[in-house]
C-alpha cells in the first residue's frame, strides 16, 4: 500500500513537477553554476548506500588554500529559497520512483554516521528513508539531534498508511509557512557526534 501511494502521488504530480524542476534547474545553473544536481551517497533500507539527489543550493567557493567556506559563507539567497521552499527536493522524486526512497520516512543522513548510532537510533533503517518524515513536520531542523532520532523511530513502530497521509498534509503546511528550516546557529544541521547516553 505504501509503494502504491509512492507511486500514484509522484506520477499524477509529474505535470506539476517536471515544468517546475526545468524552471529550477536553469536557475541553479545561473546562479550556483554546474553541476546543477548535488548528489551524495546516502545509506538506505538496512543502511544500504544509495545516491540521493538534490539541487544545489550552496555554491563551490573555497578558501585561498582550496578547502570549502562555510554553509552560510556558500549559502545563496536563491539557495535559501530552494530551501525554504524544499524546491531542492524534487530531483529526490527520482529516488521515489525507482523504490531507494519513500515520500514518508526517516530522512536519509550521512554514511559517516552510521557507527554513531545507538541501537535505538539505528531503527530508523527499517524503513526506506523519505522526502519527508515525522520528525520534519515536527521541528526539522530546528530541533536537537536526539529529539528527530525518537520522533524519526516512533514513526518506523507507528506508521501506517493514514499516518503517511497526514505527514504529507502537515509537510504542505510546513513548507508553506517555512518553519524549522535552519538550526540555531546556521543554516543546516550540525554534524551528528553521537548522543551521551
Do not use: C
Not at 506539476?16 to 545509506?43: D, E, M, N
Not at 555554491?59 to 556558500?74: E, I, M
Not at 531542523?141 to 503517511?164: C, G, H, M, P, Q
Amino acid at each position: 500500500m505504501k509503494r502504491l501511494l509512492d507511486l500514484v502521488v509522484v506520477l499524477l504530480g509529474l505535470t506539476v513537477v517536471l515544468p517546475v524542476s526545468l524552471i529550477t534547474a536553469v536557475f541553479v545553473l545561473i546562479y550556483h553554476g554546474k553541476p546543477v544536481l548535488f548528489s551524495q551517497v546516502r545509506p538506505g533500507k538496512d543502511a544500504k548506500p544509495f545516491n540521493m539527489y538534490k539541487f544545489r543550493s550552496m555554491t563551490n567557493a573555497t578558501d585561498p588554500n582550496g578547502k570549502l567556506l562555510p554553509n552560510a559563507q556558500r549559502m545563496t539567497k536563491f539557495g535559501a529559497f530552494l530551501r525554504s521552499s524544499s524546491l531542492d527536493e524534487l530531483p529526490g522524486l527520482y529516488n521515489v520512483l525507482i523504490g531507494k526512497m519513500s515520500l514518508v520516512g526517516p530522512r536519509p543522513l550521512l554514511m559517516d554516521y552510521l557507527p554513531l548510532y545507538n541501537d535505538f537510533q539505528n531503527k530508523r533503517h527499517e524503513v526506506l528513508p523519505g522526502i519527508t518524515g515525522w520528525a520534519q513536520v515536527n521541528g526539522r531542523n530546528a530541533i536537537s539531534w536526539d529529539d528527530k532520532f525518537k520522533l524519526d523511530v516512533w514513526y518506523v513502530e507507528n506508521r501506517s498508511f493514514w499516518l503517511d497521509i497526514k505527514i504529507l498534509f502537515l509537510t504542505f503546511f510546513k513548507v508553506f509557512k517555512r518553519e524549522g528550516i535552519s538550526h540555531e546557529g546556521d543554516v543546516a544541521m550540525p554534524r551528528f557526534t553521537g548522543s551521551k547516553n
